[in-house]
């Protein structure tokens, strides 16, 4: 899976459990990539948009049910 930093700040770290130690942060421009069946965690910070691509079949994994992601429509 790929990441493109389009804007913002994108933090991501490696790992099945989330770690903030382990964030490493990506600001707008960069680009980081992670080998496939990869364990990782992600936030953003602030307003951000990332560009998310890969090779098909992608599946995310939320580890704790708590992990799933909500959407806010403004």
């Known amino acids: ?3 493109t930093v389009i804007k ?3 933090l991501m770290g490696m790992g099945s459990k989330w770690d903030d130690a382990r964030l490493k ?3 707008a421009g960069s680009f980081g ?6 364990s990782h965690f992600a936030q953003c ?3 951000s948009i990332v560009q998310i ?7 995310f994994v939320f580890v704790g049910s708590n992990d799933r992601p909500t959407t806010t429509r403004h």
Do not use: H, Y
């Not at 990539?33 to 990869?38: G, L, R, T």
């Not at 691509?53 to 599946?59: D, M, S, W």
């Open 1 to 3: 899976m790929n990441v």
């Open 8 to 10: 913002g700040t994108f």
């Open 25 to 27: 942060e990506l600001p």
């Open 33 to 38: 990539s992670m080998m496939p069946k990869m």
């Open 45 to 47: 910070r602030g307003d």
């Open 53 to 59: 691509n890969g090779i098909a079949p992608l599946q």
